[in-house]
């Protein structure tokens, strides 16, 4: 029954239920959505670079050159020579080492020129088709094969850079043999080729000594040699090695600060609710303190009502925290869907809750109740003879 | 049924008032009357245990309520003790059918009885705000009845009613704690009500 009471008296004040709603709702959803895109990120990021210790490439910003050769976001830093190059990739130190090429595109999906150990460093296997063997075949991503509606044998010719528009290489047509099963990694979005058609279309094949690429992945044989090989590298040759972790972490530490200010943002926004949720019980048990001393004189004891006051924080509260995650879980969706497909980002188990959501809700919830405390004590201590009397 | 003996009250700002013994069996009606200031909705707000005496003894239905703690009070007036008040208060959120069965929803079909021969049954869906003063004064009653309690007490029951209605409502009351064998115990200043019940006590 008090349940009843508390929901219908919820009900009667439609208006300020709402607000208080939205305001519960907006800042759950803030503080989830931080949540999940700071964990997923972390993920993401992570299994991207898993098996990576050290890329090699042009002068330049690490990070860029990062973003660039791993992620597959960014511009490249420049081209190297693969002669210059090979001194590193075949060093006793190095386990493997995958020189990958950019330049080209097709509708917004880069080609990458690389050899069949990209593939074996992701573990991928095409899901139908066989991977590339000579020249200007391709293996593509799930992602590209869908929007692109390339098939098995499919002849497309690249754009020159990594824009949707640009010079059409049209006298050199590639061919689709083998798509990748979707992965969840940025290989969905590309298309990858050997070495050989980047050479080819941009006729560098006639000299082998000028023959270039744009970045090498290397993984050591031991994490002694990523002490010294990155060091090495940056201070003897005209090329740059980037550590990965390195890289990840201070762009984590950048991505820091903005999280840290929506958080705030979001918190505050908590706070807000719990106020206007505190001055609609303190204005509501005053208007109905009449009713309140009704339900004493009816037999209802004082716990009731105290009861009866924090039972409509807690609806509240409950409502406007389910209300926040669905909230959250959509527009977490939806940016998967506008934005960070563009980046490569592909989010999964968004509907799992993760111990700091679990954390968050709980911490929300328990604002409503204090924010309830200070009007449910009042109705706890209502006079009610008074009350009645001066009606 | 209804019993009290030097009962006494003392105001927070040190006034005392001294109530005369009164007595109430079951299915009796006893009238108390006064102008007013006399005390009236004191005395009854001592007889239903929403005030607490600072002398004397309330006893009803065998019980002395003056000296229960407040949990007990509440359960034990939600229990024995219909009220009706002066100015009819219902929780404006549920309907007057939800509002009359708040004291126990398991009391339906004495809900049904009651509002019937109080002529309310049309009303029970609406909300209280939407009544007229009659209306929710029969409400009210009705409310007090639905509990069958043992001690009815009425605070200017019949104040907002016209003389036909005035009566009409008085006779139910009296009748309707007749046959539940209850104690009626109306406070009023109400002359209306002094030609219908013999028994009544003047405060002064």
Redesign the interface.
Known sequence: ?IL??AF??L??KPLYAVLCWLLLACSTAVLLLLITLSHQAKEQLEKQIDGVDMVLGAKGSPLQLILSSVYNIDAPTGNIYLEEAQRFMQHPLVASAIPVSLGDSYMGYRIIGTTDAYLKKYNLQPASGKIFSKAMEVVIGATVAQRSQLKIGSEFAGTHGLGEKGHVHEEHNYVVTGILPLTGLSADQLILTPLQSVWEIHEEHKKTTQQQITAVLIKFKSPLAQLQMPRMINENTNMQAAVPAIEINRLQSLMGSGTAVLRILGWLLAALAACSIFVMLVQGTHE?R??L???????????KLLGLVLAEAAILGIAGILGGFLLSRLSGWFLQQEVFSHYHLTFSGAWKITPADMITMVAILAACLLAALFPAIRAFRLN??KT??N? | MLYTRNLAYAYPNGRTLRFPDMECAEGNVLLITGGSGVGKTTLLHLLAGLLKPSGGEVQVAGTAIQSLKPAAMDAFRGKHIGIIYQQSHFIAALSVKENLLLAGAHKITRLMEISQKLGIQSLLHKKPAQLSQGEQQRASITRALVQSPELLLADEPTASLDDDNCITVAKLLAAQAAEQKAALLIVTHDNRLKQLFANHITLS
Do not use: D, F, P, Q
Not at chain 1, 293 to 303: D, F, K, P, T, V
């Open positions: 029954m009843r009471i219908k008296n009900l009667h109905r009449y009713e001393a009704l339900l004493r004189s009816m037999g209802y004891g004082r716990g009610i003879s009645l009397a009606a």
